[in-house]
């Protein structure tokens, strides 16, 4: 395990590096190639643009080139039943924020939160010890509901490369345009839509909880402790206001201390047996089944 995927996962990812310290050290290093095969792609996309880069990753995924070291070392995690497909649905989903960015509806936001981030629940599923694939569609709804929280947080910073997550619809909705984003001047009312995003990120965090008691006890606190500290994030979006549109929200340490101390007693309170709401997998079916963006 290189020292190189423990300082990125350590130095970029606070919610994730906090909760992991629940977790043996094996699964620790496997849980960190995952982060650091994630995280380039994601910078590939959002600070070098690279397309040339990324298409080279698919490719590697494919098998029509000769693998690197960081799909090497991904690949390498297929002997635990880490699956490659979602990995390539990643870099695919990476690969739309290259340019500029419009989602036309709710289903192209729930797509693309699939793919960016529901993938990684996948992909992180085997290695924390999941065994029973009824607990598939929960892991990928956490992954969602993440995404959301990142997109409702971030909506300033998107708008300044040019990229804008909230549904066209619901923008229409309340009377707005992605010139709205983009520009600025009508905040309180994109701080509306900002909520709807927020109201559809708790169906996708209710359900994950549902899927947490299919989590071995270790790895159940860990994942608890970074879906409390995600799920935070929307609500402290949600209480600034219009505010929230421009300056990206940060959770205090007293906050990030209150939701680690209670996700054990999440997690012990979760118990099985739970039905999935595939409704909200209307939007990616045959996506968990390997198919294509």
């Known amino acids: ?79 635990k039943g880490v699956p490659m497909d979602a990995a390539a649905q990643l870099v695919e989903g990476c690969r739309t924020d290259l340019g500029v960015v419009r989602l036309p509806d709710e289903r192209a936001l729930v797509r693309y939160g699939y793919l960016v981030a529901g993938t990684v629940g996948r992909l992180v599923s085997p290695l924390l010890g999941v065994t029973d694939p009824r607990a598939l569609p929960f892991a990928v709804d956490l992954g969602i509901g993440m995404q959301l929280s990142n997109i409702a947080r971030d909506v300033g910073e998107d708008a300044a490369r040019d990229r804008v997550y909230l549904p066209a619809t619901w923008l229409a909705d309340a009377g707005l345009g992605d010139r709205d984003v983009l520009e600025g001047g009508r905040d309180e009312v994109v701080h509306e839509v900002v909520c709807r995003v927020l109201d559809l990120a708790e169906r996708y965090y209710a359900s994950a ?70 409704a909200l997998h209307g939007p990616i079916a045959g996506f968990l089944d390997g198919g294509a963006a």
């Open 1 to 79: 395990m290189s020292t190189e995927s423990h300082a990125l996962f350590r130095q970029h990812s606070r919610t994730f590096s906090a909760a992991a310290a629940w977790l043996a050290p094996d699964t620790f290093d496997e849980i960190a190639t995952v982060y650091r095969f994630c995280r380039t792609v994601d910078d590939l996309a959002d600070d070098g643009a690279d397309a040339v880069a990324l298409s080279r990753i698919a490719a590697e995924l494919r098998g029509e080139a000769k693998p690197g070291e960081l799909v090497g070392s991904m690949l390498a995690l297929r002997s």
């Open 209 to 278: 909880e549902q899927g947490f008691a299919y989590l071995p006890f270790r790895a159940r606190i860990a994942v608890a402790m970074a879906a409390h500290r995600y799920r935070a994030i929307g609500r402290l979006v949600r209480s600034r206001g219009a505010v929230a549109v421009r300056d990206r929200s940060v959770l205090g340490p007293l906050a990030r201390v209150r939701y680690l101390l209670t996700a054990p007693l999440v997690a012990s309170w979760s118990s099985g047996g739970h039905a999935h709401d595939m």
